[in-house]
């Protein structure tokens, strides 16, 4: 620790109240004009990479949940820089995509006019509420210069062959004129517009292979070397992969072919009694008799009409419809017939199931409607009846067994699935990067060449959507017809953009390389200060996101393009905040803007009060009158380094319990800063800032401390009174304290004292006293000696420094 530079501060200013704004004024211009906040990143020894979600940009600005998560983040990367760090925060826009596309199109406003001032508006909260953010690597996904590496990123997927074109089956939101997600539709409406039902539609659109990478994406949950993350995460991200074990089965048609079939239960074959398509299985139209081919058309053409999410709602009443097909169960040779319904979905395994009614319910639910067989193959002891040679076997044992025979037999093998399929990332709307291929009638999908980027979005006027599920981009035809690269003959651009998440799955890695114009991401720089070491952001970006991001690492890692392939090394996700134990929403008019809270209180109140609030990974509940303590306890601090300047107000020498509280005090709050709990290192604080009170303790040494550990939370207020202090640095060229061990032990310990096994009172004894010294304090303590009311004491247990329990009667 530094010993201070005494400045011209006078008694006049040292008496002076906490005034935070402009105190806050003062230190934000002073962090700016300084460079204070951001690291050499060529030269640093120790980097820490701190890494926060970055926002989309919202007309309505942030909300207090979004200074929440900011701040969180903030102090974690302020106490890695007291800790001897160089730390790395920096801040960019997720700007593009549909939220900014249709809220331009509600206000008439084109988006690349409404982006920008919204961006200025977050830039100006941000610095507000005064976090270490590195200004100079900002970026937008919606700038040329960062979108045009979105662009070279799917190049590089394209050419190692992760990328692909295919006709697929897609949510299709009428209102929104777009595709949608799984996930962004709600019982069959539109999660936007709830009042609009989604449609099926078929378009050829681009996709990326992620489904190569399930068994690395699983595998590396497992290793904590390269990825602490929240267990809850963790578990999300399991959970999506979905990975089953299990076997594919051919069940053998009459004319030659055969369907294949996917099962987690091959041990129950032989209760296959029909099978079921979905609707666009490409056999059903070579299968389909003569006499069901009407049926069977009609049948198709309305489930064509139904959204996805729709069809795998399971408590719906089942429809179907029979192809006039049987098929040849190879288990017990019998022909079943081959039916279609609207449950099954191409998506998801084959497309085609056994159905085993006895043994399923959606496949019980069907065989009833239809009137269709139900043989039961497991009794109730859950062994195999009525199953061959397997007639007897646990379902367990079963499974392998039947799995070897059907590798022995042909009719099928053992193999692994996962739920995960491959990213669409096609979007047939204006607002985002255009994807860099171009159509030729003689060359088919060539990629745009690598000096060509970026493909720069037009600036066109009619941005809206249309019915068509064509870009809007295609009406343009200036843009629109290119050359071909290959032949220079007459060709046509790729119209639809990519998704979002492809923007934000390599964000961190231009960061530190916003200087570049060259390259995406320099090398060495790279080497430094990646993987990120600290991430942190919302439970709904759990899942999509950061698979996502682990993807790109992973795909970048095996091209030679980066030395790591996981991204995130740590990640936690922050928790949520409710107002007045509600949630917050326009609608009760219960929203809490934080502009109007700092221009009250400060920032420093305001960050200090958020973090007050509850464990940061649970989030809490904001209550005005909450506001008032977290500031009288900074008004307390501002009070005693007062007293500390102006020596003669101390008390003299720090009395043995106060410093037993001060190492207490840096020992508890390094370890709950660490573990993300900050409102307890916050309560900590306000203990020892009593204690000090209480004794008139104003030790200089004491005090530094304090206002250092303080720093993460308030630190416009600790620069000023680290300044205040005599010091001519900032405090976060300071150290984060250290404890003695010795001295955060107390030398008295309060010890229960139990009567018959119940707690009737408490002593205070020396630490380590004898037995026998703690029955006597517990004896002669009053509230003890009258349950024990004269008896014998037969017998005593006692557990040293914690509990004493007498036996008496």
């Not at 040849?328 to 081959?338: D, L, Q, S």
Request: aromatic residues 12%.
């Amino acid at each position: 620790m530094s010993e201070p530079n005494r400045g011209p501060a006078t008694a006049a200013a040292d008496a002076d109240s906490y005034r935070p704004e402009a105190i806050e004024a003062k230190w934000q211009a002073r962090w700016a004009e300084r460079g204070t906040n951001g690291p050499d990143l060529e030269r640093a020894e120790r980097p820490y990479y701190n890494l926060m979600m970055f926002p989309y940009p919202s007309a309505e600005g942030l909300h207090v949940g979004n200074m929440f998560a900011f701040t969180g983040s903030d102090v974690y990367g302020r106490f890695k820089r007291l800790q001897g760090y160089q730390v790395f925060e920096p801040m960019g826009f997720d700007a593009f995509g549909i939220h900014s596309e249709n809220f331009a199109i509600k206000v008439g406003t084109h988006p690349a006019k409404l982006i920008p001032a919204n961006i200025e508006n977050f830039r100006r909260q941000l610095t507000r509420i005064g976090l270490m953010v590195d200004w100079r690597h900002e970026l937008s996904t919606t700038d040329p210069a960062y979108y045009k590496w979105t662009q070279w990123l799917f190049l590089q997927l394209f050419k190692a062959g992760k990328a692909y074109r295919k006709y697929a089956a897609v949510n299709w939101c009428p209102e929104c004129k777009t595709v949608l997600a799984n996930e962004q539709v709600i019982n069959g409406f539109c999660e936007r517009h709830p009042g609009t039902r989604v449609e099926q539609r078929t378009l050829e659109q681009w996709f990326v292979r992620i489904s190569e990478y399930a068994d690395r994406l699983l595998a590396d949950l497992d290793d904590r070397t390269k990825m602490d993350w929240s267990d809850t995460t963790v578990t999300a991200q399991r959970n999506w992969l979905g990975r089953s074990e299990g076997a594919e089965i051919e069940f053998a048609l009459e004319h030659g072919q055969a369907i294949r079939v996917f099962t987690t239960r091959p041990d129950t074959i032989f209760g296959a009694t029909f099978m079921v398509l979905a609707p666009e299985h490409p056999l059903v139209a070579d299968l389909t008799s003569a006499a069901q081919r009407d049926a069977v058309d009609a049948y198709r053409a309305a489930a064509n009409a139904k959204d996805l999410v729709s069809r795998k709602i399971a408590e719906r009443d089942k429809t179907g419809v029979f192809t006039g097909a049987f098929a040849r169960n190879p288990a017990t040779g019998r022909m079943i017939p081959v039916w279609i319904a609207d449950y099954v979905l191409m998506e998801y395994g084959t497309g085609a199931i056994m159905a085993v009614p006895a043994h399923d319910e959606r496949d019980l639910e069907f065989a009833t409607k239809y009137g269709l067989s139900v043989v039961p193959v497991l009794d109730d002891n859950g062994r195999l009846m009525d199953s061959g040679e397997f007639t007897g076997l646990p379902a367990e044992t079963a499974k392998g067994a039947v799995i070897r025979w059907l590798e022995t037999s042909g009719a099928g093998k053992g193999v692994v699935q996962y739920r995960l399929h491959d990213w669409c990332i096609s979007r047939q709307r204006y607002w985002g990067p255009p994807i860099p291929m171009i159509y030729c009638d003689d060359h088919g999908a060539v990629p745009v060449p690598e000096a060509d980027l970026p493909v720069v979005l037009p600036p066109i006027e009619d941005f809206r959507p249309d019915d068509s599920g064509v870009s809007p981009l295609a009406r343009h035809g200036e843009w629109y017809y290119v050359p071909c690269p290959v032949c220079g003959r007459r060709a046509r651009r790729e119209t639809d953009v990519s998704d979002t998440f492809l923007d934000s799955a390599w964000y961190y890695l231009r960061y530190p390389s916003t200087g570049f114009d060259d390259r995406p991401f320099d090398q060495e720089l790279t080497r430094r200060w990646c993987p990120v070491a600290t991430y942190i952001g919302g439970n709904e970006h759990a899942v999509l996101h950061l698979l996502y991001s682990r993807f790109i690492a992973m795909v970048l890692h095996d091209l030679g393009l980066v030395n790591f392939d996981e991204p995130f090394t740590r990640f936690r996700a922050h928790g949520l905040i409710v107002k007045d134990g509600a949630k917050m929403s326009k609608s009760r008019g219960n929203v809490v803007v934080p502009d109007e809270y700092i221009t009250r209180w400060g920032a420093d109140t305001f960050r200090t009060y958020l973090m007050f609030l509850g464990p940061f990974q649970e989030g809490g509940d904001f209550r005005d009158e909450g506001i008032a303590g977290p500031r009288r306890f900074l008004d307390k601090v501002w009070g005693i380094v007062g007293e500390c300047v102006r020596e003669d107000m101390c008390g003299g020498e720090v009395r043995h319990d106060v410093t037993v509280k001060w190492h207490q005090t840096i020992r508890s709050a390094t370890e709950a800063i660490e573990g993300l709990h900050y409102n307890t290192a916050i309560a900590d604080y306000m203990k020892l800032v009593n204690a000090l009170r209480d004794t008139n303790c104003c030790d200089r040494q004491v005090v530094q401390d304090l206002v250092i550990m303080l720093a993460p939370f308030a630190p416009h207020f600790a620069e000023e009174c680290w300044e205040r202090l005599g010091h001519r640095t900032s405090v976060f060229d300071e150290l984060w304290p250290e404890w003695d061990p010795a001295l955060a032990v107390e030398d008295e310990v309060e010890v229960a004292v139990q009567v018959n096994g119940r707690t009737r009172s408490r002593v205070t004894v020396a630490r380590d006293a004898a037995e026998a010294d703690v029955v006597a304090a517990a004896l002669a303590d009053e509230t003890t000696a009258r349950f024990v009311g004269g008896k014998e004491v037969r017998k005593r247990i006692y557990v040293a420094n914690r509990l004493l329990n007498l036996l008496v009667g």
